[in-house]
């Protein structure tokens, strides 16, 4: 009788997700790689403004934040769940930019203030 021993396979796995390191620079390999897109797709979102690299050329290598990791997914999620193409997507961002700013400025308004007696 030929008995082959089988590892022991735990009966739960987990999935450990890369935390990108709020204090570092990605290369474009590298945010392509920890996003899951092309190179490409990442050009295209640069291109359109959806995404902005801390350094690029001419002055060195594309450099992106933890940030623009989260657009990049977040970006990709609206294109493969939702099919929104670019341009939408772009003027969504651009909706919530100013948004942002029109909170910002009403929050400095209401501390100026003086409160009523």
């Given at each position: ?72 997914q977040q970006i990709e999620q609206m294109r ?18 100013e948004v942002e700013r029109q909170r910002a ?13």
């Amino acid at each position: 009788m030929n008995h082959q021993h089988e590892p022991e396979i735990p009966t739960t796995l987990s999935l450990v997700l890369f935390q990108p390191d709020s204090n570092v620079l990605y290369s474009l390999d590298a945010i392509a790689h920890i996003a899951g897109v092309s190179r490409r797709s990442i050009l295209i979102y640069c291109r359109a403004g959806l995404v902005r690299p801390v350094i690029q050329p001419p002055y060195g290598v594309m450099a992106f934040t933890v940030e623009e990791i989260h657009c990049v997914q977040q970006i990709e999620q609206m294109r493969s769940i939702y099919g929104i193409d670019v341009e939408l997507i772009k003027r969504m961002f651009d909706l919530i930019d100013e948004v942002e700013r029109q909170r910002a400025g009403a929050r400095y308004f209401a501390e100026r203030q003086e409160p009523c007696t």
